[in-house]
């Protein structure tokens, strides 16, 4: 550093030489104009001035130069991001009435996704002074914060002084670098021969902003423009995108991804500097006004596509593994039917349509409540819930007694009336709870198309979700109701005879499969405990059901003593829920190439040249298993994620998470399974299909590494 | 013209810097040294010296938020934390903003940082003691309560093996990597 300073005052005894001749002939002594040097080798301040007296006019021209070794920047007065910009304390200066800071247009620096605006290799602040005293001798005592950083940051204190004596305010050495300053700090936009035409902000859907300022003027000069606004509530935007019209006379600059919801921004006043990437700049103010983005245009109604794709997501749920073990037993209890009367089957038909929609209902309903409650809302959530767990394992076990023949529950035509389903009454009843079970256990899996549909609709009104989750319904239900309207295909229908007891074995079997699984979820939301309590109620309940059975026929020796028994063995497992069998909340697990999710881990590794996977998935979601398994662990994407330059993390939404919920709707989504890659070609995230394959998967990881291998060369 | 927009926004970013690899970044002190005497506050104002953090490692990192690289490392660093949930090992990042605890506060928010304590050195005597010329500079101090390995500047601090380096480091190479 001392060296440093010394050399500096050897330039500085250079330039006092070359105009040694001039100051011989006058009159006055000569003073250098400029402090020393305070700091290191990296940074450094000095107090300029312009003039070496004050003279007469009652103002001087001053400055703060700050010196930067190579690849040092210090800070603009709005510092991005991050960074001290420099503030100057004036206390201790004699004849000082007023000292006025300007600012040179900053430039960018970007790190690790950072933004940040200040000036690299060195400036100077131009100060005006106002004295007090015209004509009497200046001291200055300015006392400099500012912080200047490389791949490290250094926070300086500088404490300058710099006496200017009474005389004839003749330019000094540094009068030069002053002037410099002087120009480099931004004009106004007609000295650009520009003319601000509108300036807009719009949502973009993820709870971030656009802002955009459309300006008349030549537009060639602003290719290489460059936009900082001050005045923003949080976050430091990126360069902006700027559009010109070819020769028209309008130039469009788009600010994306502003870290502030567009209504917040709407009317705010903003303060714009825009750089033309060589040395010219204005500053300008404006307040945006709030414009809908394109794409949300007539959002006051549904779209048809929309409408449609629920439609035909409800249509594939039907051959999801959700939903067809439950509907297949439909296709049972018509193999039954066949030989009843056309209009038992048609209203046997019905009523299962009937429950599907019924089920539908009650989901938006339960939904749009939540939503009412401000509760994080999503597509299968009631997996999130042991008491839905439980409810369901016990209706599961139910149900597989039923096709057993142990009980029956409400067969069309049959007096007995179930004691064990809330007393159903009714002819179909058993017709209705078949679709409501299919309607529940379906959103465990989601089918091509529901992601949009329930995206939508649930970013939307009550009206909207009920719209669309009906035509869900309306999807899940077609066959069935497509069979009530042609009750001749039914006819179709192979006669009854032993196969279908066998068939009937079988897929009690497959229900009682669906309650483990539904136990295997309950361990991971609750303990393994709490599921193997639950899981001894049912055997329990399945055992009195058996026994029943055997000891009086259907109608039983005891029938009271049983139902009663059987009505306290699901009531006790309903109450599990509320025991204290919870596992303490997870610590995020890491297994194999996973790692837990943290999402502000994507941004950085990703400036780091890294690829990110994210896998959001739940014990409870069919569809994100087979993903897991079929793909995403088994090579060659396995290998792939292994890689040192790929993060793999693994967001779990088993469990009711907000952080994740918030993840999933930044995409619009609300369900699981969602996988997303991000890297350097692809920052903003690749969103890989919710049913993939391994080639895909390979794909998206090339396309978003693979910008940045182009970029590298 | 929208696909052309879309591009422009995915190109990468010229200039972007990108945080040095942990092992490149990490000096290892052989042999290691006694660190100097240092003190800071929790954010409930709590003194705190390395003797709170007896028998465990300790990565401490000395960082503020106006400075960008220090923030460039700080989602790492909070990712670190939660790689080391199991391995008693303690990440102490120190913030010597002088606004203390609101500064500190409110970037932890709006990063959700959530896995690291807020520590607060409002004076920068941390700095003076360990004798930095800037930050971030971070220290890893064994189980012994030896310094075994400092870092000037950001690095990635949950690349793969950084858990094993650090691991390593603070069990004075007892334990296999």
């Known amino acids: ?713 | 013209m929208l696909a052309a927009l879309g591009l422009a926004a995915l190109a990468p970013r010229a200039g972007a810097a990108r945080l040095t690899s942990l092992s490149r970044a990490l000096t290892e002190l052989d042999p290691p040294k006694e660190p100097p005497a240092f003190t800071f506050l929790t954010a409930k104002g709590e003194k705190r010296t390395l003797a709170d953090y007896r028998d465990q490692g300790v990565v401490l990192n000395i960082w503020a938020t106006w400075c960008v690289p220090c923030l460039a490392e700080m989602p790492a660093l909070n990712h670190l934390s939660v790689l080391l949930n199991d391995f008693a090992v303690s990440v102490l990042p120190v913030s010597i903003d002088t606004k203390g605890l609101s500064a500190v506060k409110a970037y932890y928010t709006a990063q959700g940082i959530k896995s690291l304590p807020i520590l607060l050195d409002p004076d920068g005597s941390i700095a003076d003691a360990f004798k930095i010329d800037g930050i971030p500079a971070s220290f890893i101090i064994d189980r012994r309560g030896r310094l075994v390995a400092q870092c000037l500047g950001a690095a990635e601090w949950d690349a793969p093996g950084a858990v094993a380096t650090i691991r390593r480091l603070i069990s004075g190479g007892n334990e296999p990597a």
């Not at chain 1, 002594?29 to 402090?35: C, E, I, N, V």
């Not at chain 1, 510092?79 to 910009?85: I, K, N, Q, Y």
């Not at chain 1, 194999?592 to 994210?614: E, H, L």
Request: proline share 7%; with cysteine; glycine share 10%.
């Open chain 1, 1 to 713: 550093m001392r060296l440093l300073r010394s050399l500096s005052a050897w330039r500085l005894a250079g330039i006092a030489g070359a105009a040694a001749a001039v100051m011989l002939l006058l009159p006055w002594p000569a003073r250098a104009a400029a402090s020393g040097w305070v700091g290191d080798r990296h940074a450094a301040a000095r107090l300029i001035t312009a003039e070496r007296a004050t003279g007469s006019a009652g103002m001087v021209d001053a400055g703060i130069e700050i010196r930067l070794a190579s690849g040092w920047h210090a800070y603009w007065r709005d510092p991005g991001a991050a960074g001290l910009p420099p503030a100057i304390d004036w206390q201790g200066s004699r004849n000082l009435a007023a000292a006025k800071l300007a600012w040179p247009a900053p430039r960018r620096f970007t790190m690790a996704g950072l933004e940040t605006y200040g000036y690299a290799g060195g400036t100077v602040l131009p100060v005006a002074v106002t004295l007090e005293r015209p004509g009497a001798p200046l001291v200055l005592h300015a006392t400099v914060a500012y912080s200047a950083c490389r791949d490290v940051c250094v926070p300086y204190h500088a404490v300058l002084d710099l006496t200017l004596p009474a005389g004839i305010a003749a330019a000094g050495p540094e009068a030069g670098l002053i002037a410099a300053a002087r120009a480099a700090v931004p004009g106004t936009l007609s000295g650009l021969g520009l003319s601000l035409r509108s300036a807009s902000v719009s949502p973009d859907g993820k709870g971030r902003s656009a802002l955009a300022l459309e300006l008349a003027g030549p537009g060639a000069m602003l290719a290489r423009a460059d936009l900082f606004v001050e005045g923003l509530p949080q976050g430091a935007p990126g360069p902006p995108q700027v559009a010109t019209d070819g020769g028209q006379g309008r130039v469009a600059l788009l600010l994306r991804d502003i870290d502030s919801p567009a209504s917040r921004l709407a009317g705010r006043r903003l303060v714009f500097t825009l750089t033309d990437g060589t040395d010219r700049a204005a500053t300008f103010e404006a307040e945006p006004a709030l414009a809908p983005p394109a794409a949300f245009a007539g959002a006051a109604l549904i779209p048809l596509a929309v409408l449609g794709a629920a439609l035909l997501g409800g249509l594939l749920l039907n051959v999801m593994p959700c939903v067809l073990p439950v509907l297949s037993l439909k296709f049972l209890y018509l193999a039954r039917l066949a030989g009843s009367e056309r209009r038992t089957v048609r209203l046997e038909l019905l009523a299962t349509g009937g429950g599907i929609i019924a089920g539908f209902l009650l989901l938006a309903a339960g939904l749009i409540a939540l939503k009412e409650f401000g509760a994080a809302i999503g597509w299968g959530i009631q997996f999130q819930s042991p008491w839905f767990l439980v409810a369901m394992t016990m209706v599961m076990v139910l149900f597989a007694a039923d096709l057993w023949g142990w009980i029956s529950i409400a067969m069309p035509g049959s007096n007995e009336a179930a004691a064990l389903t809330g007393r159903v009454h009714g002819r179909h009843s058993r017709a209705v709870l078949v679709g409501l079970f299919a309607t529940l256990l379906s959103t465990s899996c989601t089918a091509p198309f529901i992601g949009t549909a329930v995206g939508f609709a649930l970013s939307r009104g009550p009206l909207e979700i009920i719209a669309i989750f009906v035509a869900m319904g309306l999807g899940l239900a077609a066959p069935t109701l497509t069979a009530a309207a042609v009750p001749a295909l039914v006819k179709l229908a192979p006669r009854p005879g032993r196969w279908t007891i066998w068939l009937s074995r079988i897929f009690g079997g497959l229900l009682l499969a669906t309650a483990i699984w539904l136990l295997a979820v309950l361990a991971r939301i609750m303990s393994v405990d709490a599921a193997l309590v639950v899981a001894g109620l049912a055997l329990a309940l399945l055992g009195v059901l058996a026994v029943r059975r055997t000891a009086g026929g259907p109608i039983g020796a005891h029938p009271r003593a049983s139902g009663g028994l059987s009505a306290a063995l699901v009531l006790a497992a309903l109450l599990v829920p509320m025991t204290g069998l919870n596992s303490r909340p997870g610590v995020a697990d890491a297994s194999g190439n996973w790692q837990p999710f943290v999402r502000t881990s994507i941004a950085p590794n990703v400036a780091r040249g890294r690829t990110v996977i994210v896998n959001v998935t739940a014990a409870w979601c069919l569809i994100c298993q087979v993903n897991e398994v079929t793909v995403l662990d088994r090579d060659p994407v396995a290998a792939r994620i292994a890689r040192t330059d790929v993060l793999a993390m693994r967001a779990d939404w088993t469990r009711a998470d907000a952080s994740i919920t918030n993840y999933l709707e930044s995409f619009g989504r609300y369900g699981v399974p969602l996988d997303v890659v991000y890297g350097p070609g692809a920052p903003g995230g690749i969103v890989l299909p919710d049913l993939m394959t391994a080639p895909e998967v390979i794909r998206a990881l090339d396309r978003a590494a693979g910008e940045a291998r182009a970029a590298e060369r």
